[in-house]
């Protein structure tokens, strides 16, 4: 090394040490960061979300902003315990303040309720362990453990009813389907003009609408949630073939589906199961497209992967055809 060189290096090394220790300083002027949770309610219960409101304080003795990057936490009751994560988006505490936070997370109600073996409308003991990510300065992601204890009232789910049933959940959520997916469901399945399509939980229509787009044929889409309904008849709208698909507000479960050619299904894996009665009475050469989720106790024809570029994730399709091809089930029940 010329002296230079050696010069510079020195410079750089000393630079870093004193960074390192302008690190360890900071911590000990300045303290470190806490949090403390001051209490936690439900509220706003949809048919298919309820939203969980956090009120945590949070003391930054930084000279600097803090930003709170991202929270996780479990909820127990008894022995019955509900775990979640989520990021927060763009919060900071300010410089060497302590502020109050009401933190946001939007969660499956019928998940949590089945988590806590719990009804809405009930008010139970709760205990909330939660750990709050902040990225703290020169130290990176920083843990900030807090808990509290209390009741904690469940809202009352909103009631919806359809025919002479009345629903409080949804079996299952709206996902969309990403559109090439849906592309390769519909040519997996080999749609022609002249078949039938039922999209079985319909969600905003986009399987119905693409395959009368794509193929001219007919197309029916079936869903509970009147915010879908209203979503899937502006699609059809928009797309104009109302001429060709129908949007209906039925339970998938009580659907005759001897008139259609291809079922599409973007559902759950115990949901599929659920449907092979009504599966089984379609006509021979019927196809049965399901995006992600196998169906236990039927053989598919095709299992086909795809990787969508609006998600960058990879994408499983089933296919089966009419009649169904019946394997024992791993559970061993029939
Ligand atoms: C995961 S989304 C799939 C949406 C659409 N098929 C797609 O692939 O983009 C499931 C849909 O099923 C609907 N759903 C849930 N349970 C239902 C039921 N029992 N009867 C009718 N629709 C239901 C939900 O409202 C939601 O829109």
């Not at 933190?103 to 909330?128: H, M, W």
């Not at 078949?195 to 969600?203: E, F, K, S």
């Not at 089933?318 to 029939?334: M, V």
Request: negative net charge.
């Amino acid at each position: 090394m010329k002296v230079g060189q050696r010069a510079i290096f020195s410079l750089a090394l000393a630079a870093a040490l004193l960074t390192g220790c302008q690190t360890t300083q900071q911590v000990q002027r300045f303290g470190r960061p806490t949090a403390r949770m001051l209490g936690l309610k439900l509220q706003d219960a949809k048919l298919d979300y309820v939203t969980a409101l956090f009120e945590v304080e949070v003391d930054n003795p930084y000279p600097e902003s803090l930003p709170l990057v991202s929270l996780s936490y479990s909820l127990t009751s008894d022995a019955n315990m509900f775990l979640s994560a989520t990021p927060i988006t763009l919060t900071t505490v300010p410089a060497n303040t302590r502020e109050v936070f009401t933190l946001q997370d939007k969660i499956v109600y019928e998940r949590l309720l089945r988590a806590l073996n719990a009804k809405a409308g009930s008010t139970i003991p709760y205990q909330a362990d939660l750990r709050l990510w902040v990225d703290a300065p020169d130290e990176g992601l920083v843990k900030l453990p807090s808990s509290s204890q209390g009741q904690l009232a469940l809202p009352g789910a909103p009631e919806l009813a359809v025919g002479e049933k009345v629903y409080h959940a949804l079996d299952v959520i709206f996902v969309p389907t990403p559109q090439d997916v849906v592309e390769k469901m519909l040519e997996l399945a080999e749609v022609k003009k002249s078949d039938l399509v039922y999209d079985l939980g319909c969600g905003d229509g986009r399987i119905v609408v693409t395959a009368a787009k794509k193929y001219g044929c007919r197309a029916a889409g079936y869903d509970l949630d009147p915010q879908r309904l209203k979503e899937s008849l502006e699609n059809v709208q928009k797309n104009q073939v109302g001429d060709l698909v129908t949007i209906e507000q039925r339970d998938i479960f009580t659907l005759d589906l001897s008139q259609a050619n291809v079922v599409t299904l973007y559902l759950l894996p115990s949901l599929n199961v659920k449907l092979i009665p009504q599966l089984e009475k379609l006509k021979p050469g019927s196809r049965i497209v399901s995006h992600d989720f196998a169906m236990e106790g039927v053989k598919p024809d095709k299992v086909v992967t795809l990787t969508s570029e609006h998600d960058d994730t990879e994408h499983t399709i089933y296919l089966w055809t009419a009649p169904l091809k019946k394997e024992p089930r791993a559970s061993g029940i029939e």
